[in-house]
């Protein structure tokens, strides 16, 4: 759902964008789309993404635009597609250019009430847009957002004694993945922390540790798609 008519490029640095035409103005088509993360030394990075991104992250949206003097004013919007629209925008931002470029955040998030209406076959998919005038000069992306949830174990004698398989599993049986924790070999280590990935909205689900065969132990079960990700 592109419909451009502006020169420039719109880069999305962890989570998206479309520009229409002011004749002198123009926004390029050419968009990406990274995550903002962290080295170890607390450094700010930018990770390209593919079509999709991770719910909860904070991502760095910046136009490159040309025909407009440093200083001036372009309008970027976040709405999700299918759901809310252009009266209902989940950000607003008026971004100043400087050096050619306009760059503004977003964390990826819908409200509470929105998150707990998802189904199970629903995709939710945003629309990043940068603009200029009432016109709606404008160059915009379709972003994806996908579900993980994060589990973290503290393990008083080290993570060795939590060594074994952890499967997420939804209660209707839709969703399964396993995660197996080995030895990470970090001396005096007291936590796990596993990663599930693509989680189904509108589900609940258990968290068991042991195999299949034996049914494992339950961690938690029953939990909802929404209490799931505030864990």
């Known amino acids: 759902m592109k419909y451009v008519v502006l020169f420039g490029s719109l880069f999305l640095f962890a989570s998206c964008t479309t520009v229409k035409n002011l004749s002198t103005v123009q926004i390029q088509p050419d968009i990406r789309v990274e995550s903002i993360k962290y080295d170890e030394q607390g450094n700010e990075t930018c990770v390209e ?16 635009v040309q025909g407009i ?16 629209h252009e009266d209902d925008l989940l950000m607003e931002q008026s971004v100043k250019v400087e050096n050619g470029e306009a760059r503004t955040r977003w964390t990826v998030k819908i409200s509470d009430r929105r998150l707990q209406e998802l189904g199970e076959q629903d995709e939710l998919t945003f629309v990043c847009a940068a603009e200029l005038g009432t016109e709606k000069n ?23 004694g939590l060594k074994g398989t952890y499967i997420l599993e939804s209660t209707n049986g839709s969703y399964k993945q396993i995660e197996t924790v080995q030895d ?28 299949d065969e034996d049914g494992g132990i339950i961690l938690f079960d029953g939990i909802s798609f929404f209490t799931l990700l505030q864990l």
């Not at 993404?49 to 490159?64: M, P």
């Not at 003097?69 to 809310?84: A, L, M, R």
């Not at 070999?185 to 068991?208: A, E, W």
């Open 184 to 211: 990470d070999g970090i001396p005096g280590d007291k936590r796990i922390i596993m990663k599930f990935t693509h989680i189904l909205p509108g589900c609940n689900y258990r968290l068991r540790y042991g195999s």
């Open 138 to 160: 404008r160059t915009e992306i379709e972003i994806h957002a996908v579900f993980s949830f994060m589990f973290s174990i503290s393990a008083p004698d080290g993570a060795n």
């Open 69 to 84: 003097d440093d200083g001036e004013y372009i309008n970027i919007i976040v709405y999700e597609q299918g759901y809310s």
């Open 49 to 64: 993404l593919a079509a999709e991104i991770e719910y909860d992250t904070t991502v760095l949206i910046t136009a490159k």
